[in-house]
């Protein structure tokens, strides 16, 4: 509470030290105007963003720029040694070969991949190139249901090893399925 | 296409680190709105926001593999967002002792930073001046905050983090935190006195 006629030691009216009613007043409304300029700036980004307002976001052009620079780097990916047809040895982009595995796993009714990585057997070409692929794990997403999980990883499995065969003539290949989640169809 | 359809994050973190390109661009699309509200918050400048927000998620494609828990995407792209934002304001002031030209961010129209009148605003000149005003205060007097203070507000107020996202983030205590948004909160509301 303020004391009237206060004056402190250095001579400041207690007025400067304690707020007042008047002062809480202000201070009260200040901070209503400031959670207000908050609250009506996030309100108009939000709005404006969903409405796809291009002065709220990045512009085509720097979007385009992200996507063009990823899938560049995307083709620059390493590569993986295949077994050799007749017409000699050949390799795989290493985004290839999991970009078949993916749509393997997709291809199952329910089935969503998630992440997959591999073992390779020790590279016959430079040091700048995996192995023939040994082993498999694909980490998967099934669909909640009535559906018995492990026929759905057998079902999974079956078809990743036949796209590896089909596509890469990749015989001699063991497939782990690991069910890592599951989700609403 | 799979990707497309997905609505989970933590899935399509992982497709991404599996190298599908497509589980990326949804990741690109869903966060480059916010990453750009924090950088320009920041920055107060529209072409160094889209240069950090660009840099930033092409960076975060190349490091994705280290990404160790694919939840924490949201909170890793903006840690990396928000560190190149600082660095530009780092950058900008030893570049000048002068630093932040504020009489020119104070002189600016409230349509020129975000990029000029929208068509969408064209048919509604009043709304558009309001937002643009609204925006453009603030993110002028966050000028006025020290860096540290900037972005650690900026994180809280405008990202909604908690404080012990952004200590985690920043690398400092919460209580640090606590302080420094505590400093700019109160800054910014000097300023707004002096508004009227």
Not at chain 1, 32 to 50: F, G, K, N
Not at chain 1, 95 to 118: C, E, H, K, M, W
Not at chain 2, 1 to 15: G, N, P, Q, S, Y
Request: charged share 30%.
């Amino acid at each position: 509470m303020e004391h009237p006629d206060a004056h402190d030691r250095n001579g400041t009216h207690a007025a400067d030290r304690v707020s007042g009613p008047s002062d809480r007043e202000s201070d009260d409304e200040a901070t209503q105007r400031y959670l207000d300029l908050i609250r009506s700036v996030h309100d108009e980004w939000t709005t404006l963003e969903a409405e796809g307002d291009s002065s709220v976001q990045l512009s085509a052009t720097a979007l385009s720029t992200i996507k063009e620079a990823v899938r560049a780097d995307f083709r620059h990916g390493a590569h993986v040694e295949m077994p050799p047809t007749a017409a000699g040895p050949y390799t795989l982009s290493e985004q290839a070969l999991r970009t078949v595995v993916r749509n393997a796993v997709d291809s199952v009714p329910g089935v969503i991949a998630l992440r997959t990585t591999f073992d390779h057997e020790p590279p016959k070409g430079g040091h700048r190139t995996r192995g023939v692929p040994s082993r498999i794990r694909c980490r998967i997403s099934a669909a909640a249901g009535d559906r018995d999980l492990l026929e759905v990883a057998d079902e999974v499995r079956t078809a990743v090893i036949a796209a590896c065969r089909e596509h890469m003539d990749l015989t001699d290949l063991r497939v782990d399925i690991h069910i890592e989640d599951l989700h609403d169809n | 296409m799979a990707a497309r359809t997905l609505v989970d994050e933590r899935a399509l973190v992982l497709r991404a680190q599996d190298g599908d390109v497509a589980a990326f661009e949804v990741l690109v699309d869903r966060h480059q709105g916010r990453l750009f509200r924090i950088a320009y918050m920041v920055l107060h400048n529209r072409m160094d926001a889209e240069d950090v927000v660009q840099e930033a998620l092409v960076s975060s494609w190349k490091r994705l593999h280290l990404l160790e828990e694919p939840s924490a995407f949201r909170n890793w792209v903006t840690q990396i967002a928000s560190r190149a934002a600082t660095n530009v304001v780092r950058k900008a002031a030893r570049r000048s002792t002068e630093g932040v030209d504020q009489q020119a961010l104070e002189d600016a129209g409230p349509e020129s930073a975000l990029g000029g009148a929208t068509s969408r605003n064209v048919g509604q000149p009043e709304r558009a001046a309001l937002a643009g005003a609204q925006m453009e205060a603030l993110a002028s007097i966050l000028q006025s905050t020290e860096e540290n203070q900037r972005t650690c507000w900026v994180l809280c107020e405008i990202d909604g983090m908690s404080y012990r996202e952004i200590a985690q983030m920043v690398g400092v205590s919460e209580s640090t935190v606590r302080g420094r948004i505590a400093r700019a909160r109160s800054q910014i509301l000097d300023r707004m006195k002096d508004w009227r």
